[in-house]
């Protein structure tokens, strides 16, 4: 392992995945990426994302194209069910840049701007449909057997295959498995009201609604809902279940999103699954990164950002250092951080479900952002 890598295959071609393999091009690293669907694609939610996300997009040059086709604004307001302004929790100021301090995005167009950047850096051999059937470690290099009948040797092959990742599976058999939170989300897209310019939030006893714009027209609608047990939810019963759940907010804002829901609306809905591997998150010649390492609940709206920054960390590292001594440093860069927004997220999602402490609630969010405005 003191070899520096030069050849690097990339499992799954999540915002995680896409990430690692354009940093690797922009430091000359050749690059394999697998991804398992056919079509590459993303289901239709909005994706939250802060200041330090926004960073990661000016890294890997992609900021100008979310600029021009997702929603960039500053600051988050708490408020009562009744649509009083509790609190404004002022966007943390990303020091001597001219990044906004947060924004949304459909996570489609995202994707679709990721591959492209993917694509377009050049080097990056991309199979879609395919994935690995076997990783054997040897001294100098690991060999990879795919499904698509290759079979090739890299210097480090990075697990970017998300939540339930079959890398984490035959690599690290004793890695927790993901623990259901007690909570789900539902998520809807909305016409954005001209007053909808940031994330706003009703705080309710144990359920939370937000709204986010991800466009100029549009907004998407969240509902965290304290649900103790993870069972099937009809799909047929998502708009009543939804309604109901918006019905104790007074506020009119809340009402009128309640009247616009209906058959037509495509809802979503999901469990809250998270789960956080002891470090180190490498053995051998094989890490993992993003979701398959530290998956958090959505509370900080930062899962992508941290994934998206494992990509960047290791790319600086694997160019200046040899394997060992890369994955050590980046395991030093990254824990901290991915653990306090796992664990943050885990803490917020805990007062939400029990109605706990408000301004505990407030106080965490805001703390955590600024953590995460540090440098990476
Ligand atoms: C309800 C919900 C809301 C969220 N909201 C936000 C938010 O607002 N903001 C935010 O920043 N984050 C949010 N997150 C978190 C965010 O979605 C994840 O952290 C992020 O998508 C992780 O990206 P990833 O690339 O690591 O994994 P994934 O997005 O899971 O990507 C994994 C990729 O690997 C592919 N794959 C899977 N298995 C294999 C295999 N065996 N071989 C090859 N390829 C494979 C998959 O097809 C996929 O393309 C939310 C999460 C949830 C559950």
């Known amino acids: 392992m003191n070899n520096t890598a030069k050849k690097v295959l990339v499992i799954g071609g999540g915002f995680s995945g896409m990430a690692t393999a354009i940093a690797l091009r922009q430091q000359n690293i050749a690059v394999d990426l697998v991804e398992i669907d056919p079509e590459w694609r993303v289901y239709g939610a909005g994706l939250s994302l802060g200041g330090a996300t926004l960073r990661t997009f000016q890294a890997l040059g992609i900021l100008d194209e979310f600029l021009r086709h997702g929603f960039a604004g500053k600051d988050t307001q708490l408020c009562a069910p009744d649509g009083a302004l509790l609190v404004t929790l002022p966007t943390p100021d990303l020091t001597g840049t001219a990044i906004p301090g947060n924004g949304a995005i459909m996570r489609p167009v995202l994707a679709r701007i990721m591959e492209r950047a993917t694509r377009d850096i050049g080097g990056v051999d991309i199979r879609l449909g395919c994935t690995f059937t076997a990783i054997e470690q040897g001294a100098d290099s690991v060999a990879v057997s795919f499904s698509d009948g290759l079979r090739r040797r890299y210097d480090l092959v990075v697990g970017a295959d998300g939540l339930f990742s079959k890398v984490r599976e035959a690599v690290f058999p004793h890695a927790p498995k993901p623990s259901y939170s007690g909570q789900a989300v539902w998520r809807a897209v909305l016409p954005r009201p001209d007053e909808i310019t940031c994330t706003r939030i009703w705080t309710g006893l144990q359920t939370k609604v937000g709204v986010n714009p991800v466009s100029a027209e549009q907004m998407y609608l969240f509902v965290n809902e304290h649900r103790p047990r993870n069972e099937f ?127 505990e609630h407030a106080r965490i969010m805001q703390t955590s952002f600024q953590a995460l405005a540090e440098p990476i």
């Open 233 to 359: 939810v009809d799909p047929a019963t998502f708009v009543a279940q939804l309604q109901d759940l918006l019905a104790p907010f007074p506020a009119p804002l809340v009402q009128w999103m309640r009247a616009q829901l209906g058959e037509h609306s495509s809802i979503i809905y999901r469990p809250l699954e998270g789960m956080l591997m002891p470090r180190p998150w490498y053995q051998g010649r094989v890490l993992l990164i993003g979701d398959a390492v530290h998956a958090t609940t959505p509370h900080l709206g930062s899962g992508a950002c941290i994934g998206i920054e494992d990509g960047l960390v290791l790319a600086e590292e694997l160019a200046g250092a040899p394997l060992e001594q890369a994955l050590e440093r980046f395991m030093e860069r990254r824990w901290e951080r991915c653990r306090m927004v796992v664990e943050n997220s885990m803490r917020l999602g805990e007062i939400e479900k029990c109605g706990g402490d408000k301004a």
